[in-house]
């Protein structure tokens, strides 16, 4: 079973604060990857990396920016956060084959 | 390109019945496929897959689905519904080929009656 970790859980922020939510997993997957789900939505692909110092943007537009450094840690970061940035934002790897783990996610609201 | 169309953004059951979520894909390219739960305030967890091989695959819990390639299905099914079913399902679905990202329907939640 593949162990991957989101913090914060919940997060609620004023608007204009920078904010970087963490995804670890160690599984030692090269690629990962960050979703944006508001609720009862589908899931967007936002941004996703295919190893180390590799990152590409998704088929949905984001002001959020990510970094890859190591192979376990892509950490996702808004310079500025506003309202329009409330939502859940989920990150998942995989080793191939498609088949993808995801973890808890991150509950974003900005007020 | 691929796309997912899951009929129905509810469905309601009663314990002990069967449970039928259903799945139209869209694919250029031979799919793979796959169906995910979400529990509230979780992410998703994988049910089941379809890459290669026998048409009717088994996940965990008693889920089934099957690919049918002629009416572009991949409905999952399970014989008999329990309370621990109620979730939110997503249906998804990737090329076989070059990049590996998945693209998903937009969800049923199932409620079960007691």
């Known amino acids: 079973e593949a162990d991957i970790y989101q913090t914060p859980r919940y997060l609620v922020i004023g608007t204009g604060k920078k904010i970087t939510l963490e995804c670890s997993q160690t599984?030692?997957?090269?690629?990962m990857y960050w979703y944006q789900q508001d609720p009862g939505m589908e899931l967007h692909l936002i941004h996703y990396?295919?190893?180390?110092?590799?990152?590409e943007k998704g088929d949905l537009s984001s002001e959020s920016t990510v970094s890859r450094i190591r192979t376990e840690h892509f950490p996702l970061t808004l310079e500025s956060a506003r309202p329009s940035h409330t939502s859940q934002y989920l990150c998942?790897?995989?080793?191939?084959?498609?088949?993808?783990?995801f973890g808890p996610g991150t509950r974003l609201t900005v007020t | 390109a691929q796309s997912v169309t899951q009929l129905g953004s509810h469905v309601s059951v009663s314990e002990g019945a069967l449970v039928l979520l259903r799945c139209n894909y869209s694919?250029?390219?031979?799919?793979?496929l796959f169906w995910y739960v979400q529990y509230p305030n979780q992410g998703l967890q994988l049910l089941l897959k379809?890459?290669?091989?026998?048409?009717l695959v088994k996940g965990i819990n008693g889920f089934e689905a099957e690919f049918k390639k002629s009416e572009t299905s991949f409905h999952l099914t399970k014989p008999s519904a329990h309370m621990s079913d109620a979730a939110e399902y997503f249906c998804?679905?990737?090329?076989?080929?070059?990049?590996?990202?998945?693209?998903f329907g937009t969800g049923t939640r199932l409620t079960i009656i007691p």
């Open positions: 998942a790897s995989s080793a191939g084959l498609r088949e993808q783990y």
């Open positions: 599984m030692g997957h090269d690629k």
């Open positions: 990396s295919y190893g180390v110092n590799s990152t």
């Open positions: 694919s250029s390219v031979p799919p793979y």
């Open positions: 379809y890459t290669t091989g026998a048409t």
């Open positions: 998804a679905v990737s090329a076989n080929f070059g990049n590996e990202k998945l693209t």
